[in-house]
T-cell receptor, first 114, second 111 residues
Framework: EAGVAQSPRYKIIEKRQSVAFWCNPI?????LYWYQQILGQGPKLLIQFQNNGVVDDSQLPKDRFSAERLKGVDSTLKIQPAKLEDSAVYLC????????????FGSGTRLTVV | DQQVKQNSPSLSVQEGRISILNCDYT??????FLWYKKYPAEGPTFLIS?????DKNEDGRFTVFLNKSAKHLSLHIVPSQPGDSAVYFCAAAGSARQLTFGSGTQLTVLP
């Protein structure tokens, strides 16, 4: 089966600019996650979707981050305006159910804010 | 507040020997534990998992041990191979099935 697709792979922006990341999960996977991985740290959950509804966005900095999953398939994560500390790899993952077992991750988008 | 901790940022072992990666957790509500492997410029890939009702799970060269009383788990790789060189993340999940990750251990297997 095709994996989780993410784009772009790399993005460099100046602080205060905006940026958007796209994710297409594995077909049929109802649950979609966005994680932020800062260099030297483990991935940290930003938001979890079940179909097109938000299950948990408690760790999403909502003053600058937003995410949507229209039609319950692909998803976009936006940062506006970006700060230097947003430099990280943004990982999308999907799973068949809210099972946790064996999330499938995409390759991520490496964001550098200068 | 780190609920999942990997205290060794790096580990080097000789090819053919055993690699032991350790992980500690603090949240007693976690009931499912996983190990992920990550190569540079790739997303983490699932390696092996264990439920809290077990104390050991084995898959080929990989074995995960869980000590619930100590809130500790470990991943054993025997024998270690150069292709095993990667960052290994320990992760834990509770009833919401959201994964909380440790900070990772860079394993280097020397030929």
């Amino acid at each position: 089966e095709a994996g989780v697709a993410q784009s772009p792979r790399y993005k460099i922006i100046e602080k205060r600019q905006s940026v958007a990341f796209w994710c297409n999960p594995i077909s049929g996977h109802a649950t979609l996650y966005w994680y932020q991985q800062i260099l030297g740290q483990g991935p940290k959950l930003l938001i979890q979707f079940q179909n097109n509804g938000v299950v948990d966005d408690s760790q999403l900095p909502k003053d600058r981050f937003s995410a949507e999953r229209l039609k319950g398939v692909d998803s976009t994560l936006k940062i506006q305006p970006a700060k230097l500390e947003d430099s990280a790899v943004y990982l999308c993952a999907s799973s068949f159910l809210r099972a946790g077992h064996g999330y499938t991750f995409g390759s991520g988008t490496r964001l550098t804010v200068v | 507040d780190q609920q999942v901790k990997q205290n060794s940022p790096s580990l080097s072992v000789q090819e053919g020997r055993i690699s032991i990666l350790n992980c500690d957790y603090t949240n007693s509500m976690f009931d499912y534990f996983l190990w992920y492997k990550k190569y540079p410029a790739e997303g983490p890939t699932f390696l092996i998992s264990i439920s809290s009702i077990k104390d050991k799970n084995e898959d080929g060269r990989f074995t995960v041990f869980l000590n619930k009383s100590a809130k500790h788990l470990s991943l054993h790789i025997v024998p270690s191979q150069p292709g095993d060189s990667a960052v290994y993340f320990c992760a834990a999940a509770g009833s919401a099935r959201q994964l909380t990750f440790g900070s990772g251990t860079q394993l280097t297997v020397l030929p």
